[in-house]
């Protein structure tokens, strides 16, 4: 069902895109899918899917979290690790390297 609906899609974008019609066919393309989307068959089923997403939003967003919060622990842990090593044995940082011009050779 998707993929008719994104080939109407396409379709139609392709048309009013390449029409020689030009603003008058858009205009009647833009009155059709205004009438179809006002239909309440569609608006119907346009619910449905809100409702459908709404509870699989939920259904979710504890799994999301725990994702998150465990990523943002690991994270942290990493750092503090890399910071705290750092502290403890500290290494001078290198020596700026001479241009070989200025070697003398």
């Known amino acids: 069902m998707r993929g ?48 459908r997403a709404k509870d699989f939003a939920k259904d979710k967003a504890p799994e999301v979290v725990d994702f998150l919060s465990d990523g943002a622990k690991k994270v942290v842990s990493q750092v503090s690790r890399s910071g705290s090593a750092k502290a403890k044995s500290p290494v001078a940082p290198p020596a700026a390297a001479k241009p070989a011009s200025a070697s003398g050779k």
């Not at 020689?20 to 989307?37: H, P």
Request: hydrophobic share 40%.
């Open 4 to 51: 008719k609906l994104l080939l109407v899609v396409g379709l139609a974008a392709g048309y009013v895109l390449g029409a020689k019609a030009g603003r008058g066919r858009y205009e009647d393309i833009k009155r059709a899918t205004g009438k179809l989307w006002s239909d309440p068959r569609v608006q119907r089923q346009v619910k449905k899917v809100e409702g």
